[in-house]
């Protein structure tokens, strides 16, 4: 493929990326390709092999900053709009080196929430992600005036609580609800989880779980990396009247699953128990209840 690098005024024209920052004529661009065509992770039903981007998202972000001049450029592409060139997207980057993210999502969980954004304090970018299957890419890129293609392979991102009940429900069982507070922001440049909004807490959040002919459903649902977290998982009857609950400590870390697994009423009627905390996204992990 012939290299394209233009230093001219017409250039800014063409430029596809952010508008903020703008080329200036003393700069030498370079049209670059980041193809995030496919995902060197495993995407369900398990898998090793790598598949196109099309197969686990449906959109998504990039953040390219320039480490000397700390021009921006970002922006996001949405399977809907791109085709069947999703997963190429085409920048006019000055040559340099530049602090690139990639962010991606879509295909599981049409009803979580996920967002790549920059913080208005601290100007970086930022990801919130409430129970969504999502994929990142973060790295240094080098441009120069041979730079023609950067292969971006993103991995997954979150961890996700399972809860697997073996009960076998009677029918004056009404309800199970599953709760847990946890951190929904991610800061890209730390690597950590934290809070959103000001006040500094965790987000609550609950859900009831699928109960059908006399057993439960396997839940599931996408968390950050993060450790100390409490599971609580509460009974009750056909009237809704609370018959008891039970906590389990467990964290959770990245392309992991931690899988909650027992009989619940056997907890509830204080019998012994044990809950495991496995994963068959990455090695094995066992966490006992006490």
Known sequence: ???????????????????????????????????????????????RATVPASDALTNIHYYVKNTSTNKVFQGTQTLANAGSEFGTIKLWLPVGTYEATFFGYGTNNTSGQALMYVHKDTQSPRISLKNKDSFIFTDDVSVDEETTNIDVNLTRLNGALVVKLNDEIPSDIGKIKVSLNYYPEWLISDGKATY????????????????????????????????????TLTLFDSSGAELGSTSVAVSFYQNRKTIVEGNL?????????????????GEDVVVPLE
């Open 1 to 47: 493929m012939k290299q394209f690098c233009f230093s001219m005024v017409l250039l800014l024209a063409l430029v596809s990326c952010s508008n903020d920052n703008e080329i200036t004529p003393e700069e030498k661009a370079c049209e670059v390709m980041f193809n995030v065509s496919t995902l060197d992770v495993e995407v369900q039903p398990m898998s």
């Open 265 to 281: 009423l056997d907890i509830i009627s204080q019998k012994p128990f044990a809950i495991t905390v496995t994963d068959d996204w």
């Open 196 to 231: 959103e909004g000001n006040f500094g807490e965790s987000t609550a959040f609950s859900d009831e779980l699928t109960i059908k002919n006399s057993s439960v459903e396997e839940y599931i649902y996408y968390v950050l990396p993060q450790t100390g977290r409490s599971v």
